[in-house]
């Protein structure tokens, strides 16, 4: 195909994506770098096992359906991840160096390089880490408690956050992950938490204001402008050792710098005196605070149920963070086994990553991410620890949907093989899954509508597989 007839294609394709829009065990020869020709089942499972591995899987490879369990045995091995044996994804990441270093190291190399190789972490999770719904609940975390690489000394700090913080404790108890990011350096440096320090006259309250807003309770959870000072004098005196000084990144706390007077915050006495406890009690204040089971409950419902979650549904996952003392698995096990979340099939518009991952799976693609995928992501605006405010990377659809024609281009390359890091025999492909149309139903999850058939009757197989991962149908969840 040529470039001029393959740029009208693309055109044409992406206006017809705009217009769709606007409605309403794995093989993992990625690991050896040895290629397979054995024949890849076609056939969907069940609706709602195919909805959970769209949309808590980053997507369906097809060897899945060959070997599918029930949604609710899927469900249960996820909520129990650290059972999974994800050997081949672990023996990837020690490939990475700088993923393998202490926080203080990583100074010692280049800022460009700790950026490749974390954002390479993240890609490799979402395709091909067998630890699903963990990932699917790390790429919420990486927007709740968004920091960019851009800002200090972030671009060094942020492996540490994604490995130190947030793996450790995404499907966990969510006390124990807001302490492990508040007390991050990463975090210090990004919302200024070091910089907070009593004897400067005045609190810094950045950091304070944004675990109020956007960590905790959300804007409008009952907080006041005093509670955030309030907030902000508790937690002065915690200090990360900069680029420069001796034993860098180490997380300090500093009493000199510490305002170690009485507070009243959010209707709770705390006495004078108590130094570095007053962190714990800081957690212990919001995390048990009504309005933060509600918000962190509406979060994992727009990610996972709609952009407009039913409200019904966010109280019961809230009533369930609140009744389990703010263990994660309890609220996610009601979110995924209700009856919202099983009819909301489509209801979701995959972001960047999400589509990248599952086109990646789908066609069974091997992944191992260079600069010019990673380029691929930031060209779709959708680049790891890259957004450049705290309330991260948007969830709702009408954000994205200006990239769509990104997402075409992307969909091609990939079909025709131009992409050295993903490679992929559009040819093959065709043949392990027994022709056009079963490759169709592998990559929908179901039958193909004949709108949809009608996209992979001509033209060569590389178009026809472009054509399916362009198509409305693959771009929704």
């Not at 794995?26 to 959970?52: A, C, I, N, Q």
């Not at 769209?54 to 059972?83: M, V």
């Not at 492990?180 to 919302?191: D, I, K, N």
């Not at 130094?275 to 919001?286: H, Q, R, T």
Request: charged letters at 25%; glycine letters at 8%; aromatic letters at 6%.
């Amino acid at each position: 195909m040529n470039a001029s007839r393959r740029e009208l294609l693309v055109s044409l394709a992406g206006a017809w994506l705009f217009a769709g829009l606007a409605l309403t065990p794995v093989v993992k020869f990625w690991s050896t770098g040895e290629r397979t020709s054995d024949p890849l089942p076609s056939e969907p499972v069940s609706p709602e096992l195919e909805l959970l591995l769209a949309r808590c899987g980053f997507g369906a490879r097809p060897q899945e359906r060959g070997a599918a369990a029930s949604a609710s045995e899927w469900l249960e091995r996820q909520l129990a991840h650290e059972s999974i044996d994800d050997a081949h994804f672990e023996s990837a990441l020690r490939r990475f160096e700088t993923w393998n270093a202490p926080v203080g190291e990583l100074y010692e190399f280049q800022a460009s390089l700790v950026r490749r190789e974390l954002q390479s972490v993240v890609l490799l999770g979402a395709v091909h880490s067998e630890r699903r719904l963990r990932e699917a609940l790390l790429d919420l975390w990486r927007d709740h408690f968004s920091l960019s690489l851009g800002k200090g000394e972030c671009a060094w700090l942020a492996t540490g956050f994604e490995r130190d913080a947030l793996r450790p404790h995404a499907l966990g108890h969510f006390r124990d992950l807001l302490r492990a990011v508040l007390l991050h350096p990463a975090m210090l440096w990004y919302l200024d938490g070091r910089l907070n320090r009593a004897d400067s006259g005045a609190p810094n309250e950045n950091y304070a204001r944004e675990l109020l807003e956007l960590h905790t309770l959300g804007l409008g959870g009952g907080y006041t402008q005093r509670d955030v000072q309030e907030v902000a004098r508790a937690l002065s005196g915690w200090t990360s050792r900069a680029l420069g000084e001796s034993r860098k990144a180490r997380v300090e706390f500093d009493a000199t710098r510490h305002d170690a007077g009485a507070k009243h915050a959010l209707g709770v006495a705390l006495d004078a005196g108590l130094g570095e406890d007053e962190v714990e009690c800081v957690l212990d204040l919001v995390c048990a605070h009504p309005s933060t089971a509600r918000y962190v409950a509406r979060k994992l419902c727009v990610r996972f149920v709609a952009d407009v979650p039913p409200e019904a549904l966010v109280e019961r996952v809230a009533a369930s963070l609140r009744d389990s003392g703010g263990e994660l698995r309890p609220g996610v096990r009601t979110l995924l086994e209700s009856e919202e979340f099983r009819a909301s099939r489509g209801a979701k518009l995959k972001r960047p990553l999400h589509f990248v991952a599952s086109a990646l799976r789908a066609c069974d693609a091997p992944c191992t991410p260079d600069a010019t995928l990673l380029e691929r992501l930031e060209r779709l605006g959708h680049a790891p620890y890259s957004w450049p405010t705290p309330d991260g990377y948007p969830d709702a659809a009408e954000h994205w949907r200006a990239g769509l024609l990104q997402r075409w281009r992307f969909a091609d390359e990939l079909a025709h093989g131009e992409l050295a890091a993903a490679p992929v025999d559009a040819a093959q492909l065709i043949v392990r899954t027994g022709g056009r149309e079963p490759l169709a139903r592998a990559l929908l999850g179901r039958a193909p509508t004949a709108e949809e058939l009608a996209l992979v009757t001509g033209g060569d197989d590389a178009r026809a597989l472009s054509a399916l991962l362009a198509c409305p149908a693959f771009q929704r969840c």
